[in-house]
């Protein structure tokens, strides 16, 4: 099921574009950059914060998540650093992406090209409840592969 939410946002320079949803059934909608001056290169292992020249208003009990496209990541080995990245609700500053070049190759990012998608959530907020157990599970304490490969 699919939840229209309406996203009150404001282009900060001339050069920022409005999220695209680039399909009917996308759940990420594409970020654009958007800054002033020559393209940005990202070395080899090297990462850079791109601006893309939008601030939003995410409704409260909701969250926006910033997601590597994979086209970028497949072809040119390019990632979001902390993906997904998460905005709060009650941030209201510009949406910056960090983005990370795995490959050996230079990478070019120009003002206008797609970076990252947004993808918006349903957040549960935790009430804490300090026990000294736990139930019983399956897996218990296992930790990383201990389900498999």
């Given amino acids: 099921m699919v ?3 309406q996203i009150r946002i404001v282009l900060l320079t001339e050069r920022a574009k409005l999220p ?3 399909s009917t059934g996308a759940a990420g909608a594409d970020l654009f950059a958007a800054f002033d001056g020559p393209p940005i290169t990202l070395a080899p ?3 850079a914060i791109i601006l893309t020249g939008i601030a939003l208003e995410i409704p409260a009990g909701a969250e926006a998540q910033i997601r590597p496209r994979s ?3 497949a072809n040119h080995g390019i ?3 902390n993906s997904p990245g998460t905005i709060d609700s009650d941030y209201r500053g510009e949406i910056k992406v960090i983005l990370f070049n795995t490959s050996d ?3 070019p990012v120009n ?3 797609r970076i990252a998608q947004i993808v918006f959530a349903p ?3 935790a009430q804490f409840d300090q026990t000294d157990d736990l139930p019983h599970s399956l897996r218990g304490g296992g930790g990383f592969g201990s389900t498999g490969q």
Avoid: H
Wanted: cysteine-free.
């Fill in 111 to 113: 003002s206008g090209d």
């Fill in 3 to 5: 939840i229209d939410v």
């Fill in 105 to 107: 190759a230079p990478f």
């Fill in 71 to 73: 086209g970028s990541t």
């Fill in 79 to 81: 990632i979001v650093l």
């Fill in 20 to 22: 695209e949803y680039k």
């Fill in 45 to 47: 292992k090297a990462r």
């Fill in 123 to 125: 957040v549960l907020r």
